[in-house]
């Protein structure tokens, strides 16, 4: 194995370079091997006759001139020469690189990238290459400090010619031949010494490839084992208890939620825990999927927890299963942080005789003190608002319990299976019949009054109304800043017409409730707010939305404060304003304004602002794969997934020593995962 062999043993690398590589964590010689180039650099020379004005092209020519530096401002300076280009004399200039000047001199040969401005005599370079330094057409660049590049790609050139036989190959034959793979020794080659770009980026392709496989095949490993252990309990539901509260319902299921209620119930009957994300935009009609899932375990003599990340989702989610399940002789409990002592000890109890059936309540249900009976089903409404810490907790109360993930939030396909691929996905794509579209506009500032007259009229109707206040990335104070000022100026434009409230990051968890309670009661009228009320609760009065400065928001975000407005049978509005809108603002707004497919606005998210704006930067961390994106790379990260299904089907390859290394890595992850839920 490369990494039995220290760095510090080979006799041709001198101490200080060793001491070097110690300081980057390059210990050993497959440490060196595996620290690919960052970027290649294109030094293919192109002639001066092809040249273009004010397009990028890189020349070969000899320094015919004195190399001068000047100063132009305090942070602003230059280095000039004159460069032979092919009997042509021109003019070059480099920004802000004084350091480069004790390596020109009269008769050096080089190589420089840039462009030619305002005539073809000057030419600005970005980049320049010294020739009896490198000569090479693609130059690989490191990121390492106190040791030149040309010395680093000669010792890993020596190191690669004495290690090469030793280098053990890790996707096995069939892999490689099915996707025309390079070699692990020829990807290693390529991608430190090869002089063809379309060589590298072939290699590129593998190591991509090869990182995403292994990643899939992780998830599908846990996914496998779970099914392999036999620790959940079977829910053997009653059909006739659930048919009875289908047929009490004063609306019809749609096909998909038939088709995830089927899904669900499937997993219920199962030996394994259920690991599911039910996805469905606001509206869709997760609720009541969720409700048939309790009432299934409940029919069979387990209880069923539903967990939501506010407390006030928490009372109205009660409310809802209380009056739905009025028929039944079912037990229903709440438990949040505002619960009194007295109540909670009561809960605690029953929980653990068993004599609640359903408990409804924010991360309190999960604390230690609290103990159930016979748990088979946890639900999670908004799952991502949720940490590891929480579902550490849920996972040691016994069990491996049934789990379902409740998501508002669209999420296309290629985060999805790389986010949650150790989990089977339901979708709720159909709408009820009842629910409106919502009519969304954008509004240039020469329109706004029309909004102001819109609010003014739904007002009148007795609507209530949002007003979403910009987001400011560089800092919450500015955020909240803005939201009270907007506050100010809503409540002395409204006066008499609407009360005004206001929600904004700064207000403890306690009064932002409170707050919303207040909007849910109809006290107040028009709710100003940051987008904390972007997951909130159902507010049927609430029928228009406005969003100021909405070119600050993804495509996402947008869709998911629209979907505020759909939860009555009445016309919903929702109205984009923008601040300072580029003619890319305009084009998202616009986007938004006409398509209604939360899943079609994700994908495009995804491809222009990343994985972070669906579950934030923390979260979308884990998905930050060393050389492969999930942003740049979905088809290939597609192929990975099909490959990895077709791998764990396989039971021969657990035992086939050409997958050995993707399954020790598997089954690496697998050992962290069970220590990290220990």
Do not use: W
């Not at 309540?361 to 159930?372: P, R, S």
């Not at 088809?635 to 990895?644: F, G, K, M, V, Y």
């Amino acid at each position: 194995m490369l990494n039995n062999y220290l760095l510090s043993d080979e006799d041709y690398i001198l101490a200080r370079y060793v001491n070097i590589f110690k300081k980057k964590g390059i210990l050993t010689v497959k440490d060196l091997l595996f620290d690919f180039p960052t970027k290649y650099e294109d030094f293919t020379v192109k002639s001066i006759n092809d040249a273009v004005l004010d397009e990028a092209t890189c020349l070969e020519g000899t320094i015919v001139s004195k190399v001068t530096v000047n100063y132009l401002k305090s942070k602003l300076s230059t280095v000039v020469f004159q460069l032979e280009v092919e009997g042509v004399k021109i003019r070059c200039t480099i920004f802000n690189r004084v350091f480069l000047k004790g390596k020109l001199n009269y008769g050096t040969v080089l190589r420089v990238q840039g462009k030619f401005y305002q005539n073809m005599n000057n030419f600005t370079v970005s980049n320049l290459l010294i020739c009896d330094e490198i000569d090479k057409n693609i130059v690989a660049n490191y990121k390492v400090k106190d040791i030149a590049e040309t010395k680093y790609i000669e010792i890993i050139s020596m190191v690669y010619r004495r290690y090469k036989e030793k280098i053990k190959e890790t996707l096995p034959t069939d892999i490689l031949n099915k996707h025309n793979l390079l070699s692990l020794k020829e990807t290693i080659h390529t991608l430190h010494l090869s002089d063809n770009m379309n060589d590298i980026k072939k290699a590129v392709n593998r190591i991509k490839y090869e990182e995403l496989l292994q990643y899939q095949l992780s998830m599908k490993y846990l996914h496998h084992m779970r099914q392999l252990e036999h620790n959940a309990p079977v829910i053997n539901y009653k059909e006739d208890v659930l048919e009875k509260l289908i047929n009490s319902l004063n609306f019809e299921l749609t096909d998909d939620q038939v088709k995830v209620t089927k899904e669900i119930l499937r997993d219920l009957k199962a030996p394994y825990a259920m690991n599911r994300l039910l996805q469905g935009e606001v509206g869709s009609g997760k609720t009541i999927v969720a409700l048939l899932s309790m009432l299934a375990c409940v029919s069979d003599g387990y209880q069923a927890a539903l967990m939501c990340p506010t407390e006030i989702l928490s009372k109205q989610h009660y409310a809802t299963i209380k009056e739905l399940l009025k028929d039944y002789d079912i037990n229903i409990a709440l438990l949040t942080g505002t619960t009194s002592a007295k109540v909670r000890n009561e809960i605690i109890g029953n929980l653990e005789n068993g004599k609640i059936n359903i408990i409804v309540g924010t991360h309190a249900l999960f604390q230690k003190d609290i103990e159930y009976n016979n748990l088979g089903l946890v639900i999670a409404d908004e799952e991502h608002r949720f940490g590891v810490k929480q579902r550490v907790l849920i996972k040691n109360k016994g069990l491996d319990v049934n789990y379902l993930k409740m998501s508002a939030t669209p999420i296309p396909r290629s985060l999805a299976i790389s986010a949650y691929g150790d989990t089977d996905i339901s979708i709720i794509k159909t709408m009820p019949k009842n629910r409106k579209p919502v009519i969304t506009k954008y509004v240039d500032n020469a329109n706004k009054r029309d909004v102001i007259n819109h609010m003014k009229e739904q007002l009148k109707l007795g609507k209530q109304i949002y007003v979403v206040t910009p987001l400011i990335e560089e800092s919450e104070a500015l955020d909240v800043a803005n939201a009270t000022e907007i506050y100010d100026n809503m409540t002395k434009y409204f006066d008499g017409l609407a009360n005004v409230g206001l929600i904004h990051g700064k207000l403890k968890t306690d009064e932002k409730e409170e707050m919303m309670q207040k909007f849910l009661n109809n006290e107040v009228q028009i709710l100003v707010a940051t987008s904390v009320i972007e997951v909130g609760v159902n507010v049927e009065n609430a029928t228009t939305i406005v969003v100021l400065g909405a070119e600050r928001f993804g495509v996402a975000t947008l869709h998911q404060l629209r979907g505020r407005v759909m939860r009555s049978d009445s016309i919903p509005y929702c109205f984009f304003i923008a601040n300072n809108p580029t003619e890319m603002a305009v084009e998202r707004l616009k986007m938004v304004e006409q398509n209604t497919d939360g899943f079609k606005l994700a994908e495009y998210d995804l491809i222009n602002r990343g994985p972070g704006e669906f579950f934030g930067e923390k979260q979308s961390g884990s998905m930050n794969f060393k050389y492969a994106s999930i942003k740049d790379d979905s088809d290939l990260l597609e192929i990975a997934n099909n490959d990895s299904e077709e791998i764990i089907n396989n039971i021969d390859n657990f035992t086939n020593p050409e997958y050995e290394t993707l399954f020790n890595v598997a089954k690496t992850n697998y050992q962290m995962k069970q220590t990290e839920l220990d």
